[in-house]
């Protein structure tokens, strides 16, 4: 079975720009939460969908948001980049209570 | 969530037993506790989990003290591929997936 996969993998952009990232779970599995992680704050949680719908969203200002489609794919974006968003967003799928993880996606804002 | 408690670092000697400990002393009858390791700029990847039985799959063994204030994360052979910060996690069973991450042990295993 084909694990988490997220796109691009790479992405350098400039402040006030804004960037979409991509996940699509593991076959199956309806739940998709998304991480951000930074050398100092560490793995920090963004959000979780489940069926199109958000049911939990972590401590972030409003410029990051997310959607998440009928196949269980899911986006999110950041609006008016800033330097310190740059980090690796980490995307991660759910069955059975347990997490499994992306490569994930490292952004660095310049 | 109950927070963990986990040294900075550990070295281990290639192809003996590492032994990753755990304190959760705050944690609940219903937390689940639950091992990710993460490979240099990886994704993290699952481990194990377990409530209060050990548990063992092909990758670790995960003993839990009988008051299921710590518990001990065992990788039987370790080898290099095995190097790479780990993290120990409670979390309350049927909870929001919402995982609280705390800064983990760095494992380095050595030749």
């Known amino acids: 079975k084909a694990g988490v996969t997220q796109t691009p993998r790479y992405l350098i952009k400039t402040r006030g720009q804004q960037v979409t990232l991509s996940c699509s779970p593991i076959?199956?599995?309806?739940?998709v939460s998304w991480y951000q992680q930074t050398p100092g704050q560490g793995l920090q949680f963004l959000f979780e969908?489940?069926?199109?719908?958000?049911?939990n969203k972590g401590n972030f200002p409003g410029r990051f948001s997310g959607r998440q489609f009928s196949n269980s794919r899911s986006e999110m974006n950041v609006s008016t980049l800033e330097l310190g968003d740059s980090a690796l967003y980490l995307c991660?799928?759910?069955?059975?209570?347990?997490?499994?993880f992306g490569p994930g996606t490292r952004l660095l804002v310049l | 969530d109950a927070k963990t408690t986990q040294p900075t670092s550990m070295d281990c000697a290639e192809g003996r037993a590492a032994n990753l400990p755990c304190n959760h002393s705050?944690?609940?009858?219903?937390?689940?506790v639950y091992w990710y390791r993460q490979i240099h700029s990886q994704g993290p990847q699952y481990i194990i989990h377990?409530?209060?039985?050990?548990e063992t799959n092909e990758m670790a063994s995960l003993i839990i003290t009988e008051d299921r204030k710590s518990s001990t994360l065992i990788l039987p052979h370790a080898t290099l591929r095995d190097t790479a910060v780990y993290y120990c996690i409670v979390r309350v069973a049927g909870s929001n997936y919402q995982l609280i991450w705390g800064a983990g042990t760095k494992l380095i295993i050595k030749p």
């Open positions: 705050t944690i609940s009858g219903n937390e689940y």
């Open positions: 969908y489940f069926s199109e719908t958000q049911r």
């Open positions: 991660a799928s759910t069955r059975q209570e347990t997490q499994y």
């Open positions: 076959s199956g599995h309806r739940s």
């Open positions: 377990g409530l209060k039985n050990n």
